[in-house]
């Protein structure tokens, strides 16, 4: 059963047009919600960690917000640089369950 | 900054042979784990690894899957008599208590 959610799939944006990520769960007892950045050809960059609704965690340009059953993604004026596939996890009972991302091109 | 490094970046073996995948996590990191993403798919968890034994499996770890920690610094899968649909990128990552997982850049095991 899918326990984590991703959409859009793939989001195409100008360079400084806002936009959000969506990560929707259905698991209980949520132990944390993780937020990474995966390039082409390298493994998953840590962004941020959530832990229960109503926080927030800011760095640079990304903000990631988490309520009792999703979680976004902010990104304000992105850069082509952001470009790459956003993936969020959760972790719950040691086990760690990922989205299918979504994949963000950003053109200058 | 310390990371995790896996070798080899890409390995191609015969369908039935065994191949052991390498890592060598961050080096105070206490928790290890191995992930698979097949092309186009999600991130998989397969095996977490404390104190020297599996602490979580998921269902994909079956008995053709293997871990250990040899020495003090490698952590290994050992994925034996492999199959075409074995084929992906494996990733392997570490953390501290209470910390999140830093990730290697992975492994393309290629299966012909």
């Known amino acids: 059963e899918d326990q984590v959610t991703q959409s859009p799939e793939a989001l195409r944006l100008q360079e400084g047009e806002s936009s959000s990520l969506n990560c929707s769960y259905t698991v209980s007892g949520l132990r944390g919600l993780f937020w990474y950045r995966q390039d082409p050809g390298k493994g998953p960059e840590f962004l941020f960690t959530?832990?229960?609704a109503g926080e927030e965690k800011e760095k640079e340009r990304l903000k990631a917000t988490l309520t009792k059953k999703e979680s976004f993604l902010h990104i304000t004026a992105p850069k082509p640089e952001d470009s790459a596939t956003y993936l969020c996890?959760?972790?719950?009972?040691?086990?760690?369950?990922f989205g299918s991302g979504t994949k963000l091109n950003v053109k200058p | 900054e310390p990371e995790v490094t896996q070798t080899p970046s890409h390995q191609v073996t015969q369908m039935g042979q065994e191949v052991i995948l390498r890592c060598v996590p961050i080096s105070n990191h206490l928790y290890f784990y191995w992930y698979r993403q097949i092309l186009g798919q999600k991130v998989e968890f397969l095996v977490s690894?404390?104190?020297?034994?599996?602490?979580?499996k998921s269902e994909i770890f079956d008995d053709q899957f293997s871990v250990e920690r040899p020495d003090g610094s490698n952590f290994t899968l050992k994925i034996r008599s492999t199959k075409l649909e074995d084929s992906a990128m494996y990733f392997c990552?570490?953390?501290?208590?209470?910390?999140?997982?830093?990730f290697g850049d992975g492994t393309r095991l290629s299966i012909l």
């Open positions: 996890a959760l972790y719950n009972f040691n086990k760690f369950y």
């Open positions: 690894f404390y104190n020297n034994e599996i602490s979580e």
């Open positions: 959530l832990y229960s």
């Open positions: 990552a570490s953390r501290e208590i209470n910390q999140p997982q830093h």
